[in-house]
């Protein structure tokens, strides 16, 4: 089965700063998904930003960017200008792209603190 | 993209009852699943519930124990049959619109077993 890690439990920003969410994963396929998903205190998991392992380009969408190395299997975050309603914890989940597949493997999630 | 409401938000139980936790979705979905989040880690597949067929099982997760239903493709539910404080978790509900999308989730069932 693949596995997901992520290394960071708790990491902290200052507000209007840039911080860094690491994630490395661990699998055998060459075609698959990578997503980071962010769960605020209110326990709905909302999609950050997702990345298909064919494409070298990495994925951006606004403050949140991704830096993909396939060969390395490292998947981390970057979220630039952070803002309070950024805090949450966030995680980085893997799927397949077999069809079939369903699951989504998840880390263990890195909880994000934004300093005022 | 799909909305998910989950019924209840949260509920606390007594120890040996069960509790049936409701999945609706806005669209005609084919794929959902439920997942656990045990208090502190991340989140697990329990199954997932294709309609008109029997739900898929992940490994450590039983039928009896966590019956699920499927009965049009905007609806499931999932029961926590017998309950103990172990089953002390977050339950959510995910939709996939299609093969090559990423997955929605609900708002998650908070239960907590006494």
């Known amino acids: 089965a693949q596995t997901v890690t992520q290394s960071q439990p708790e990491m902290s920003v200052q507000e209007a700063e840039t911080v860094t969410l690491s994630c490395t994963y661990d699998?055998?396929?060459?075609?698959?998904?990578l997503f980071w998903y962010k769960q605020p205190p209110s326990r709905q998991m909302i999609l950050v930003i997702r990345?298909?392992?064919?494409?070298?380009q990495n994925a951006t969408e606004n403050r949140f960017s991704v830096n993909f190395q396939k060969a390395a299997k490292s998947f981390s975050l970057k979220i630039s200008d952070s803002q309070l309603g950024d805090a949450a914890m966030y995680f980085c989940?893997?799927?397949?792209?077999?069809?079939?597949?369903?699951?989504?493997?998840f880390g263990t999630g890195t909880r994000l603190t934004v300093i005022p | 993209s799909a909305v998910i409401s989950q019924k209840p938000s949260r509920d606390i139980c007594q120890r040996g009852t069960s509790l049936t936790i409701q999945c609706q979705v806005d669209?005609?979905?084919?794929?959902m699943f439920w997942y656990r989040q045990q208090p502190g880690q991340s989140l697990t597949l329990i199954a997932t519930?294709?309609?008109?067929?029997?739900?898929?099982?992940e490994s450590g997760f039983v039928i009896d124990k966590f019956p699920i239903s499927r009965p049009n493709l905007t609806f499931s539910t999932l029961t926590v049959s017998n309950m103990s404080p172990e089953d002390s978790s977050i339950y959510l509900c995910?939709?996939?619109?299609?093969?090559?999308?990423?997955?929605?989730f609900g708002q998650g069932t908070r239960l907590t077993v006494v």
């Open positions: 669209s005609q979905v084919t794929m």
């Open positions: 519930a294709n309609q008109g067929s029997e739900a898929t099982y």
């Open positions: 990345q298909e392992a064919y494409k070298q």
């Open positions: 699998t055998s396929e060459s075609d698959y998904y």
């Open positions: 989940a893997y799927r397949s792209q077999q069809t079939g597949a369903n699951n989504l493997f």
């Open positions: 995910s939709v996939r619109t299609g093969r090559n999308t990423e997955a929605f």
